[in-house]
């Protein structure tokens, strides 16, 4: 691939793009437009809010103003201003009283005689009468609360007041108490009533305090003391909590949508209007074409999100600074400023990777397309697939850590917030696994973008009616001798799916014992990882013993070389797992099911038929599927290590914890590399039985010679650092390991015709260095 | 200079089950010659073409142009072909000149002497006037120079014309022959695929005649009248296809 080209490609576009004014008028005036305009109503609207008056009628206030004893509660029309904690709330909130309501005074009036809470519950017409008017001034609007002192209410308070200064018992009946009626379903309805019970609470707060200052009581006998916490977060890392929640989710969004329109243009647009033939019977490579939109695409997606960006920072820089000035949210806004510099800076940073993942997957759905209509279509599959990845780590709970910074754009996000907030040692940990993730998903979907250039029926806009009766027959009575890659593609989301719904169903165990171990090892591997690819592998293809690697014999040197593989690989892959066990340590609740596990084999009638249970019945059952079917499938993609990377990962997918997820990954890649080379099933399962007993026995033994310490096996396994796991022994055995990968490095083994045509073109087709 | 061996092209089709578009064409062009492949709609001409300048890969058979391969070595292919068809348009918002000098630079042309080259065509091809021209705004005519100009600009020795008349008014096909013929004269080797008779007649030395995707009659225009006694290449072209059919349905009947 030629840089040169590459360039040329994306110059070219980059200045077709900017040569269309619609689209710069979209991409790039549009946002430096709207946020300014969506500020200013913002702000219009809040000045306007604060207008919002909140009316209370309040009834049987007569007996309050006889005890002069009271703090005050009313005072012209407002309830005291004392009683505040936002002064500016006291203008605000007016008092009426029945008298400013004639046609209903008189039913309000009667709101004092209202029954004691507890007594016998007659509704009186009274009552009724009373229920009626208020609703009808709640409804109406006029006012926003009802505040009812019934009668016999300031006669309570000085029983009370009496009993506590004259140390008597006082009756503790049933005795009237205000009663604030509302409209739940009006907001400013609710906001005025909890209003209004915050300034009855610092009332009666008062009115206790008083009393207790009228009878020699300290006023502390209620409050022996007060609780005051103390926010340790400095103002920085406050508003960047704030930030880092909100800041990743809104840049990765423009970042997708500004690389989505030029990519559809920029595939699909090119193939309608007739241009694509053209460049494509230029010297230039698909690879060089593809990576040459790419960049236009990701071009388009930087800017997108930094223009927005830096619109909504002026627009909320602006309205920030305004609304602090005016006071309206008060303290609300001294929290709220402007994020930090650094976090910026890092968010421009990351913006790098997430749109070229973006940009990558748009490019990959539009080049599949086959005109711009079908283009526009898919946004919704890929904001659905990307958005619950963006907003999953809102949620409370979900951090940084090994698990999902695996998950392709959750654990760019976490990073990025981890990083805002300033924990660098952390994002140091998960750099690695983020960054390496979200590299693959981009080159996988490069790819498949290349791909849909090579393919004729998308190139060339074929339509087809789709027939499924047709479309299954075709499948079945047209097969191949082997799979093909979407075929095994599919094995590998029925295998995940069919384990997703068998975990689901399967309950948990009375007994946790080897029963029910054998039970559930039998189940999830014959019936969700051998039953679909064997179901499939007849249905699908002509040669099964071809696609499932049986039907070489294998060498002798070869099955010898694998159980000499497995002992060698046994010490590197404990030593390993216990690098990664530091790095990330494995959580509890996997440690306690590791446990039962053992407990449960220990169990076993006899230890080989654990052994089996363990190590034969998953060789046998992952080989034929994972190493079989599926990598046979996968093959087609003209690479084999591409193939057999990715059936690693399927591979890896189908183990349940995450430390086995990942030491299975990698030994999934040694197993497809023998399964390539030595071109039979056999050599795999020896190796997977070997491997996975060795691991299975390996913690018995260590047991059986701490207990014995005179057997034989002590000088490898005894002791504080056992030798078999030393370093040197480690670095040993690794070589060994090695070397016996590479003596199958020279075999001839059969190509697929993907994997042949790629090969002649790389012996052959060199660039050409002029015409 | 093109030699295509048994090029098939099976394409699956739900509905008319495995659809074969070529089988097994075979033939071979020489330089200084305008080889013309005739046939009618659907016969699997641009097929064929489409497999010379590497855009579709064959499933059978293969074509050597210049000496490499179109299936193990397509840049190479593509890199001394020069292409053009109805369908092969002009971009909307390059200028003329751009166009070229970009196709130009894909070629792999040094900067001075493509910009010399490009002087020479635009002369030579009367472009100058619509050299600051948006593909937009040009008219058919002036698209195709343009596309003429792109396919030649950097002197390959094989070119492909795929039916590169549809759509032009007399005049304009009129220079287009004449321009593929002064190509011809300097050497050239030049396939030419078209339906009208009249073209192939007056530019081609020899023929290929394709039906259905398999090759009917092959060689010299005057050795091909000789052969079936038929003085007019149309009238030739009409007993050669009305044979072949009633072949194809004898053929089913008893298959």
Redesign the interface.
Known sequence: MQLK?VK??YL?EMR?QL??RRTLFLIAVLPLLLYPLLGTSFFQLTQFLQKVEARVLVVGTRQLRGADWLPPLIQDNRFDLKLFDQPEWHEKIELFSPRDFPELADDLRKGRSLPVPGAAPEASADEAAFDAAAKELLDSGKVEAVLVFPNGFEERLSDVRRALVEREAADATAFPEPIILYNSADDKSQVTQLRVEQILRRWRNEVTAENLTASNVPVEATTPFELRPRDMAQMQQRQAAVWSKVLPFFVFIWALTGAFYPAVDLCAGEKE???L??L??????RREIVWGKLLTVMTFSVVTAILNLGSLGMTGKFVIDNLSKSGAFGQAAEAMSMPPLTSLLWLSVALVPISALFSALCLACAAFARSTKEGQYYLMPIMLVTMPLMMLPMSPGVELNLGNSFIPVTGMVLLLRSVIEGQYALVLKFVAPVMAVTLACCLLAIRWAEEQF?R?SV?FRES??L?LG??LV?LVR?RQATPSFAQAALCVAIILITQFFVSLSAGMAGDFDFAFLAKALLVSQLACIFAPSMLMTIMLTREPAKTLLLERTPRWSHLLAMVALALALHPVVVAGANQITKIYPVPEATEQIAESIGSALDGAPHWLLALALMSLLPAVCEELAFRGFILSGFRHVGHKWWAIALSAVAFGLVHTFLHQKISATMMGMVIGYIAVQTESIWPCILLHTVHNSLQLSAHKLAQAVEANPESPLAFLLGGEAPLLYRTSTVLICAAVAAAILWSLHGVRYSRTAEEQ?EE??Q????????? | MIEARNLSKVY?D??RG?FVALDGLSFSAKAGEVYGLLGPNGAGKTTALRIL?????PTGGTAIINGF?V??????V????G?M?A????????TAWEMVE??G??????DERLRERMELLFDRLQMQEIRDLLGAKMSTGMKQKV?IA?AIV???PVLIFDEATNGLDVLVARSLLEAVAELRDQGKCIIFSTHIMREAERLCHRVAIVHHGRLLAEGEISELREKHSQHDLEDLFFDLIRANEQRLAAGATAG
């Open positions: 080209n040329l490609i070219r077709d040569r269309d209007r007739g241009t033939e053209t494509l019977t230029s010297p230039a490579l090579n004729e190139l087809e009616r027939e047709r479309w075709h047209d045509l002649a073109r012996r052959s087709d060199s660039p050409l260095l002029g015409a | 699956a739900l509905h495995p300048s590497t855009v579709l890969q391969d299936v193990t070595q397509p840049s190479q593509r890199a001394h072909i292409f068809s369908n092969t348009a002009v971009y909307d918002r390059m970009y196709f630079k894909l070629y792999g042309i040094e596309s792109r950097h002197d390959p």
